[in-house]
C-alpha cells in the first residue's frame, strides 16, 4: 500500500508540474508570437489528440515509466526553442501526452479497478495550468521549471516501481462499442464546457477557489465512486451541480457547482479503461482526443453562449449521455 501511494503521489506530482511547465512555455512564449491561435491548435492537438496513438504504443511498449520520463524530457526541451514557437509547441505537446499517458496507464495498472487513485493522479494538472500562467508573467527564469522537470522525470525513473501492462488487446461488442461512444460525447460535453465557463466573479481569491473547485472535484469523484457506486456519484453530483449553476452568478454557489460538475472525469476515464481492458493506454488517449475535440470551438472563436442556463442544460445532458453508458459498460 505505501508503494502504492508514492508512486501514484510522484506521478501526481509530475502531472501538476508538466502542466505548468507546459502553460507557463505557451503564455511566455506563444501568446506573443506572430500565430498565437495556430500555436494554441498545435500545442492542444499533439498534447491531447496526440494521446490516443501514443497510448496504443505505450499498452505494446510496457515501459510506462520510460513513457512519462520522456514526456518530462520533451517538454524541458521545448524550453530551447523559444525562438521557434510552433516547433515549441509540437515539443511540449508531445512531451505532455507522453507524461499523461505513461503516469495514468501505471496509475491505471496500480487502481484494481477503482476510481480513487486515478481521481488523485488526473486532480493536479488543473492547478499546474493555473499557477504556471501566474507565474509566467513574473520575472522567474524559465530553467527553473525546465530543471524542475529534469528532475521530476529522474524521479519517475528511478521511484516508481515498474507495472505490467495487460496484452495488448482492442475488442468489445456493439454495446461496448456505443458505451465507448457515449462516454466520447461526456468528455466532448464537459470539455467544451469548461471553456465557455465566464464567471464576473472569477478574479482574486475567487479564482483560487475556482481551481481548487476543479481540482478537489476531480479528485472527490474517484473516491465517492468507489464509496457509494458510478452511477450514484454522477446523478448526484451532475444533477446538484445543474442545480447550483442556476445561482452560479453568486461565487460560493459557482464553485460549488463547478467542483460538483469535475466529479465524473476519473468516472469517465475508469468505464473508459474497464472496456478496453487490453488496451488501457488508448483507452485513456481516446477520451483526451474528445477533450481535444471540445476544445475546438473555443479555440477557433466560434461563438457560444455562456449564461448559468445554459451550464445547467449542460450539465444536465452530460448525465443524460453519461448514465446509458455506465449501465451499458456493467
Known amino acids: 500500500m505505501k508503494e502504492k501511494t508514492r508512486n501514484v503521489a510522484i506521478y501526481s506530482a509530475g502531472h501538476f508540474l508538466v502542466d505548468l511547465a ?11 508570437s506572430s500565430r498565437p491561435l495556430e500555436g494554441a491548435l498545435l ?18 511498449l510496457n515501459r510506462n515509466r520510460l513513457v512519462a520520463s520522456l514526456g518530462c524530457a520533451l517538454v524541458a526541451a521545448a524550453y530551447l526553442l523559444g525562438e521557434a514557437p510552433m516547433a515549441a509547441c509540437v515539443t511540449a505537446g508531445l512531451g505532455n501526452a507522453l507524461y ?26 488543473a492547478f499546474g ?6 507565474l509566467a508573467r513574473t520575472a522567474l527564469p524559465p530553467f527553473i521549471p525546465a530543471a524542475a522537470l529534469l528532475v521530476m522525470g529522474a524521479a519517475v525513473a528511478l521511484l516508481c516501481a515498474p507495472t505490467r501492462n495487460a496484452a495488448l488487446e482492442i475488442s468489445v461488442g456493439t454495446a461496448g462499442a456505443l458505451a465507448l461512444l457515449l462516454l466520447l460525447v461526456v468528455v466532448v460535453l464537459r470539455s467544451y464546457t469548461g471553456f465557455v465557463f465566464k464567471f464576473a466573479w472569477k478574479s482574486g481569491a475567487w479564482a483560487w477557489l475556482f481551481t481548487a473547485g476543479v481540482v478537489l472535484g476531480k479528485a472527490l469523484g474517484g473516491f465517492a465512486a ?25 461565487a460560493p ?10 466529479m465524473t472525469m476519473p468516472i469517465t476515464l475508469r468505464a473508459a479503461a474497464d472496456l478496453l481492458p487490453g488496451a ?3 483507452s485513456f488517449g481516446l477520451l483526451t482526443f474528445a477533450l481535444f475535440l471540445g476544445f475546438v470551438p473555443a479555440l477557433l472563436g466560434l461563438p457560444s453562449v455562456s449564461a448559468p442556463p445554459v451550464y445547467a442544460a449542460l450539465s444536465l445532458l452530460s448525465l443524460a449521455v453519461l448514465l446509458p453508458a455506465l449501465r451499458m459498460k456493467t
Open 280 to 282: 488501457k493506454g488508448f
Open 100 to 125: 499523461h499517458v505513461g503516469g495514468g496507464l501505471d496509475t491505471l495498472n496500480r487502481s484494481e479497478g477503482k476510481g480513487a487513485l486515478l481521481g488523485v493522479f488526473v486532480s493536479p494538472g
Open 22 to 32: 507546459c502553460m507557463f512555455l505557451f503564455v511566455r512564449v506563444v501568446t506573443h
Open 129 to 134: 495550468l493555473f499557477l504556471g500562467g501566474l
Open 226 to 250: 468507489d464509496r457509494f457506486g458510478s452511477v450514484k456519484t454522477s446523478v448526484v453530483s451532475l444533477a446538484l451541480a445543474a442545480g447550483l449553476f442556476l445561482l452560479s452568478d453568486s
Open 43 to 60: 500545442y492542444n492537438f499533439f498534447a491531447f489528440a496526440g494521446q490516443m496513438p501514443i497510448g496504443l504504443v505505450a499498452d505494446r
Open 253 to 262: 454557489f459557482g464553485v460549488a457547482a463547478v467542483l460538483l460538475f469535475n
